[in-house]
Nanobody, 123 residues
Framework: QVQLRESGGGLVQAGDSLRLSCAAS????????VGWFRQAPGKEREFVSL????????HYADSVKGRFTISRDNNKNTVYLQMNSLKPEDTAVYYC????????????????WGQGAQVTVSS
């Protein structure tokens, strides 16, 4: 079993940056694809980014491409989401999750989820 914990959220102004962390315990994250998803108030949860267990494979939603960067530090068993040029529409609860799939944005194949981190971007 994998326990995931997100951290690094907060309240920032438009144009600022934040780095979210997804720390794992119980299993090594290097064996999993790790995805970031977000859910804004009144909206469905949506895919943001993923980093595959296969090195060099990362995907981004069009809405964050060029602004967000996903990475992993296997020594720390942690995956990061660097978020730059934040916009008010990035406001949401951000979740990390794990999947054994190579690279998918289908939430149904992500088995373990963190509790979420709030990101609020003011205009």
């Amino acid at each position: 079993q994998v326990q995931l914990r997100e951290s690094g959220g907060g309240l920032v102004q438009a144009g600022d940056s934040l780095r979210l962390s997804c720390a794992a315990s119980g299993r090594t994250l290097s064996s999993y694809t790790v995805g970031w998803f977000r859910q804004a108030p009144g909206k469905e949860r949506e895919f943001v980014s993923l980093i595959s267990w296969r090195p060099g494979t990362a995907h981004y939603a069009d809405s964050v491409k060029g602004r967000f960067t996903i990475s992993r530090d296997n020594n720390k068993n942690t995956v990061y989401l660097q978020m730059n040029s934040l916009k008010p529409e990035d406001t949401a609860v951000y979740y990390c999750a794990t999947s054994l799939a190579l690279a998918t944005d289908d939430q149904k194949v992500y088995g373990y989820w963190g509790q979420g981190a709030q990101v609020t971007v003011s205009s």
